[in-house]
């Protein structure tokens, strides 16, 4: 089953232009991951944030979470085409060890 | 560094026959998963493993799925026999022992006819 569901399901922007995603989840975690899937390949981790941190930054990406809302967005700043894939959210709860749990994702298309 | 590594990228199958997939791991990842991923769906975990044990299996389909991993390096996961239903990308990861974050082969494609 999935915990997390990302919204929206699909986003389609200008090339330049600032893209946000967002997940909720159910059950209390230790860590929330987002991951990046171009068509036809193999997930690749972005970002971890701990359940005690609040934002996170890395390049032009920017997490937030919100542990009492169980909420966590992305945000993906001056956006280019090359950022055209699917993202998935994935928790880590806090009573299952390493099992992530993923969204069903965002599919984001930026287009030149 | 390699990645992970898995054999075949594409399999068609017809119904009824048995399917294997292979995993390498990145050196020294103790902890091995295998996840199955639906069209327009997130990887859901089948099975895990660290180093040759396997610890969360919950969530394999024990009839017809089995996964070995005897070494504790790499690892296969078998289907017998398919079904329509199992088309799907299979996907395996690899982290350190006790690492958060998990590092994914290109997975196998998968389409039972």
């Known amino acids: 089953s999935q915990q997390g569901e990302e919204d929206p399901q699909a986003l389609s922007i200008q090339e330049g232009e600032n893209a946000t995603m967002n997940c909720s989840y159910k059950t209390s975690i230790n860590n929330l991951q987002w991951y990046r899937q171009n068509s036809g390949r193999g997930l690749v981790h972005l970002i971890l944030i701990r359940s005690n941190e609040r934002e996170k930054h890395s390049g032009r990406l920017r997490v937030t979470l919100d542990t009492s809302k169980k909420s966590s967005s992305l945000l993906i700043t001056a956006s280019r085409a090359a950022d055209t894939a699917s993202y998935f959210c994935?928790?880590?709860?806090?009573?299952?060890?390493?099992?992530?749990?993923f969204g069903e994702g965002t599919q984001l298309t930026v287009n030149p | 560094e390699a990645g992970v590594v898995q054999s075949p990228r594409y399999k068609i199958i017809e119904k009824k026959q048995p399917v294997a997939f292979w995993c390498n791991p990145i050196?020294?990842?103790?902890?091995l998963y295998w996840y199955r991923q639906n069209l327009g769906q997130g990887p859901e975990l089948l099975i895990r493993?660290?180093?040759?044990?396997?610890?969360?299996d919950s969530q394999l389909p024990k009839d017809r799925f089995s996964a070995e991993r005897l070494k504790g390096v790499d690892s296969t996961l078998k289907i017998q026999p398919a079904e329509l239903g199992d088309s799907a990308v299979y996907l395996c990861?690899?982290?350190?022992?006790?690492?958060?974050?998990?590092?994914f082969g290109p997975g196998t494609r998968l389409l039972v006819l």
């Open positions: 994935a928790t880590d709860p806090r009573t299952s060890g390493s099992r992530l749990t």
């Open positions: 050196s020294g990842h103790n902890t």
């Open positions: 493993y660290e180093n040759e044990e396997a610890v969360d």
């Open positions: 990861a690899s982290s350190s022992q006790g690492g958060e974050t998990q590092y």
